[in-house]
Structure formats: C-alpha cells, structure tokens
C-alpha cells in the first residue's frame, strides 16, 4: 500500500496564487521528498526535508513537516502556468521509499 | 552531465515475447530502482538494488527479473510479457535508499 497519500487528488487555480499540496504517511520517517512531473516524464526532486527539519524552502517553494501529525505540506507561492505538472511525495526509511498517488495541479493563465 | 538514461523509450511488443528495458547512471550511485506508473496507482516500486549483485523485490515484482553486474547498469527484464505489464516504467538511482532520486526519462511499453 501506499505510504504516503496527497491530498487533494487535482488543484486548479489561477496564475499568481498560491498553491497548497498536503501528505500524509503512516509510519516513521528519516526523510520525506517532494518530486514533480511534467506529463509522462521522469520525476525531478524539489525538495528533501529529514524528520529532524520542520521547514524548508527552494525559491518558491516551502516545504513543512509535521512528524507529530505524520504530514507535510508543499507550499508554491505566485504559480506560473509552466508550473502545471504533477507533484509526489515520497518517505523514506532505512526499509523502504514509497511514492504517493501525486497531486495534480493546473495553473490557469 | 549527471543523469539516468533508459532505453528504449517507446516499445510496442506481444505477449510472450522476452524484452530488456536497459538503464544506466553515470554519478556512481549504489542504490538503483525500477518502478512503474499506471494511472490512478501512483509509482510502483518493481525491484531495487542496494548495490552489485545485491537485488530485491519491491511492491509488484512479478513478470519481472533484474540483475545488477555493474555498479551504473540495472537492466529490467521481462520474460514473458503480458497485457497487464503495458504501463510507463522508470528507472532512477540514488546514493543511497533513503536519499534523493534520479530519474530516467521513462519507457512507454505497450504489450498487445
């Protein structure tokens, strides 16, 4: 099964707003990752934060995780249109690394 | 350029016939994956190796067979095709599991 589980499932909004991808997992963690996907291609890695972190940001990017509640969240702020893709969280543990179902954002021009 | 190449990209075969997804990375990473993406499942993870000649099973492994010879290839083998392994299939690497990782650009497979 899968760990862990992006909410919501497809997130349209308009150009300049912020978008708001949340994951939640089961189990412990050392790391939780965050990959996007352009349609049908590999995933790139944005963002790796380690059960020790709380918060991370990339450019416009911030990531939170919440290791008490088992949830993270990917914050984009001032979305492009080129910003459309697929986004994945990914946990990590000594055993295993589970991606979830992705969340699916469009950003409309 | 670091990366994770796949071939081939696109491969449209019939059931039964043996086919060799081939993956290779040049940043000398120990641990390489082979998931598969169907829509509504997210990725699978197929088989991964810790390092050469160090291989294990995943979430969906059967169908499939993987060997690990060289530290940068990880080939992906299907003995037997079946319908139910047409799907988008990527490879990626890592230093280590638990690390971040490196996709290939995928291989479309159509089985008929």
């Known amino acids: 099964s899968q760990q862990g589980e992006e909410d919501p499932q497809a997130l349209s909004i308009q150009e300049g707003e912020n978008a708001t991808m949340n994951c939640s997992y089961k189990t412990s963690i050392n790391n939780l990752q965050w990959y996007r996907q352009n349609s049908g291609r590999g995933l790139v890695h944005l963002i790796l934060?380690?059960?020790?972190?709380r918060e991370k940001h990339s450019g416009r990017l911030r990531v939170t995780l919440d290791t008490s509640k088992k949830s993270s969240s990917l914050l984009i702020t001032a979305s492009r249109a080129a910003d459309t893709a697929s986004y994945f969280c990914?946990?990590?543990?000594?055993?295993?690394?589970?991606f979830g179902i992705g969340t699916k954002l469009q950003v409309i021009p | 350029e670091a990366q994770v190449t796949q071939n081939p990209r696109y491969l449209i075969t019939v059931t039964g016939k043996k086919l060799t997804v081939t993956c290779s990375q040049n940043m000398n990473h120990e641990y390489m994956s082979w998931y598969r993406q169907d829509p509504g499942l997210g990725l699978r993870q197929i088989y991964y190796?810790?390092?050469?000649?160090?291989?294990d099973k995943g979430d969906v492994p059967e169908g499939y067979k993987v060997s690990r010879k060289e530290k940068r290839n990880f080939p992906l083998i299907l003995e037997s095709p079946s319908p139910n392994q047409t799907s988008l299939y990527f490879c990626?690497?890592?230093?280590?599991?638990?690390?971040?990782?490196?996709f290939g650009p995928g291989t479309r497979l159509l089985v008929l």
């Open positions: 934060i380690r059960s020790n972190e």
């Open positions: 990914a946990t990590a543990s000594w055993q295993k690394v589970t």
């Open positions: 990626a690497s890592s230093l280590q599991r638990e690390e971040t990782q490196y």
């Open positions: 190796s810790m390092n050469v000649e160090v291989t």
